[in-house]
């Protein structure tokens, strides 16, 4: 038993499919040289810095609910829920002074990371900058929407119920994907 080696191609075994002369061995043992590139422990090492943040699908969300970090989820919810975000979207305001408050996209920066909201308060409507994080779609019953995730990916439909966590949809059969 054991845990097997985490090799995936060991010294020699490169130096036998390669050529000596092609692969250059370092200290330790383990490390390699081919072709310019590194490898350690039998795997690539490259580093980069041309790299997007990750932000997970909500099916893999999905699978951290019971963790003690319900607040970590919430926030990386709200990062992909931001990433659908667009011109003329109604939206809610879900953390800040403004948490609750709802309105429309007027404008939309990505390399900026702020959305300007137009809200109707209570002094009349006011422009505010937002961070896209900070904001979620708003649907009410009778919406006509497209599921962009999760088992009804793909689908169309209509808001019939929704509590602002879970939406119940009713599908449209004659929609085109």
């Not at 997970?56 to 919430?74: N, S």
């Not at 979207?89 to 990371?113: F, K, P, Q, W, Y």
């Amino acid at each position: 038993a054991g845990r097997p080696s985490k090799l995936l191609l060991e010294v020699k075994e490169a130096i036998q499919l390669f050529g000596s002369d092609a692969v250059k061995v370092h200290n330790p043992p383990t490390n390699f040289t081919y072709l310019r590139n590194w490898y350690h422990d039998g795997f690539l090492y490259h580093v980069t810095h041309d790299v997007e943040p990750a932000v997970p699908t909500i099916e893999e969300l999905a699978l951290f609910q019971d963790c003690a970090a319900a607040e970590d989820i919430v926030r990386a919810q709200n990062q992909i829920a931001s990433l659908r975000l667009k011109l003329e979207d109604r939206v809610i305001v879900t953390s800040g002074e403004l948490l609750g408050m709802t309105g429309t996209i007027t404008s939309i920066s990505e390399e900026a990371n702020e959305a300007t909201v137009s809200i109707d308060a209570k002094e009349g409507i006011m422009d505010v900058v937002v961070p896209p994080i900070h904001l979620r779609k708003s649907v009410r019953v009778t919406d006509r929407v497209h599921v962009a995730g999760g088992a009804g990916d793909s689908r169309v439909g209509w808001v019939v119920a929704g509590d602002g966590t879970e939406l119940h949809v009713l599908e449209d059969k004659t929609a085109q994907p």
